[in-house]
């Protein structure tokens, strides 16, 4: 009988580790999916890629991400995806402005948002490492011209906006004088959350005679991008910008009609061509 009854103290004793051993691992299973769910790793965005449909209204499409510690996702079937968000609030101004896309914290359900834009530049969260005005996610930005309307755009990819007519041609005098470069503040015409600048200098002059024409354009001396050509010289590239720094360039630019011998009879226009946003 004694041993009869330690065979079933032993097996209830082996029941019971097998249930305890069950029951932690689920609760480790289930407390992994709830940390997944509600604990999303700062910063995180992937997709929510904007194109144009009209003068007043964008898609955003499929993706997900996370704002102040939240997750949130718009699927394939939502209207931002299919039909697309217009945009409140459009008018016209002297030179055109910025308008960023946010997610609107206050109104969303999440995972489900709500969406809402603004001419009030987002600022950097070190705590959440994106982009926020307030509690509101910056997910995009596009230009709106001087007549109120949105400028054409295309996104190769989730961040980068590539503009189908360049952007703000700014005329400027072609200068008398070798290597002298010219600061040009691009501030207001840049979303403040672009860390890359797409622009462009065409330089050109007008005569009868053979000309030797030079354009460059730079951040830095040690970030220079130079072009010649004969009458007429282009260069476009990615100038890059540290976060919150003040977006400035330099460009350069001379002509002449002969080695040695300068002209002012052209023009040279800078233009901003695209841009790349940290989100």
């Not at 509600?38 to 992937?46: C, D």
């Not at 109120?148 to 400027?172: R, S, V």
């Not at 476009?236 to 350069?252: A, F, G, P, Q």
């Amino acid at each position: 009988l004694r041993q009869e009854w330690n065979r079933k103290n032993q097996y209830r004793n082996i029941m019971k580790k097998i249930l305890c051993a069950i029951v932690s691992m689920l609760a480790v299973s289930v407390g992994l999916k709830a940390f997944e769910f509600n604990r999303q790793p700062a910063g995180l965005i992937k997709g929510a890629r904007l194109s144009y449909v009209s003068s007043t209204t964008v898609k955003i499409g499929v993706g997900y991400g996370e704002s102040m510690g939240s997750y949130w996702e718009i699927a394939a079937t939502d209207t931002l995806a299919t039909n697309g968000y217009t945009l409140t609030g459009l008018t016209t101004t002297a030179n055109g402005v910025v308008q960023y896309i946010y997610i609107d914290r206050s109104s969303s359900s999440l995972p489900d948002v709500a969406i809402t834009n603004s001419t009030t530049a987002p600022t950097w969260s070190d705590d959440f490492l994106g982009w926020y005005r307030g509690t509101d996610r910056c997910i995009g930005a596009v230009w709106i011209s001087a007549s109120g309307a949105i400028l054409e755009f295309k996104c190769p990819d989730d961040e980068t906006y590539l503009l189908n007519n360049g952007l703000i041609p700014i005329p400027q005098i072609l200068p008398n004088s070798y290597g002298v470069y010219s600061s040009l503040d691009i501030s207001p015409y840049s979303p403040a959350n672009a860390s890359h600048m797409y622009t462009s200098v065409a330089a050109w002059a007008t005569s009868l005679n053979w000309f030797s024409v030079r354009v460059a354009i730079r951040t830095d001396p040690t970030d220079t991008f130079t072009a010649d050509g004969v009458q007429r010289a282009d260069i476009s590239h990615w100038l890059s910008y540290l976060r919150n720094e003040t977006k400035n360039l330099d460009w350069m630019a001379f002509a002449e009609t002969a080695p040695g011998v300068l002209t002012t009879t052209g023009g040279i226009t800078v233009r901003i061509q695209g841009y790349r946003l940290e989100r």
